[in-house]
């Protein structure tokens, strides 16, 4: 079972690649989709960020204010250190889980894993490859800003947030350049998908 790692900053295209990848015949575990499930309300993990971040991080219906959680973490790298140290390993432990749940539906299956804090948390995992969605700076800039209706400091703050792109290029093994138009990327993506299933 080829296990592949898809990363890349913030509105890189990580998530076009990955749909495409998905519509060509891959598993796709979203290690987004996984945070959101180990934070549901009543979990372990949410009580110890209530306990670590205050209740003014809960919203009414018990469940994560992540916009009040984001505000408190983002430019405060202490705090951010704070949250990883909780969530990063309940988030490992649930995705080996759907790993081996994948394999064990399909022993040929191809699985991506939709990760955009690799360098951060999982690069020295065994990936038999690495894939990093590349777009400069200043296009995801813009995209957040004009695409997702971010005000352009909260946007910066993001992407600030998050390793250099020369951080993440430099574990790439392929690079899929996203800042042409959509049917650049599925074609990268296509003859990434292609290479893949010849081995």
């Known amino acids: 079972m080829p296990l592949i790692a898809l990363t890349g900053g913030i509105a890189s295209g990580k998530s076009t690649i990955a749909r495409r990848l998905a519509e060509r015949g891959a598993i796709i575990v979203d290690a987004d989709q996984i945070v959101r499930d180990v934070q549901a309300p009543g979990s372990p993990v949410l009580q110890r960020i209530a306990e670590t971040f205050g209740d003014e991080v809960i919203g009414s219906e018990g469940a994560l204010d992540r916009a009040a959680l984001g505000a408190k973490v983002f430019g405060d790298p202490a705090l951010l250190k704070q949250l990883n140290a909780i969530v990063h390993p309940a988030v490992r432990a649930e995705s080996q889980r759907r790993f081996e749940a994948a394999l064990a539906g399909d022993a040929h299956a191809v699985v ?80 990434l998908w292609e290479r893949i299933r010849e081995r």
Not at 165 to 187: C, K, M, P, S, Y
Request: proline share 4%; no cysteine.
């Open 112 to 191: 991506v894993y939709d990760v955009p804090l690799l360098v951060e948390a999982r690069v020295d995992d065994p990936w038999d490859t690495i894939v990093v969605a590349h777009a400069p700076a200043s296009e995801r800039l813009r995209r957040l800003v004009e695409l997702r209706g971010m005000d352009e400091r909260a946007a910066q703050e993001r992407i600030d947030a998050q390793v250099s792109d020369e951080q993440r290029l430099a574990i790439a093994d392929v690079v899929i350049d996203t800042a042409g138009d959509l049917a650049e990327t599925h074609a990268q993506t296509d003859a």
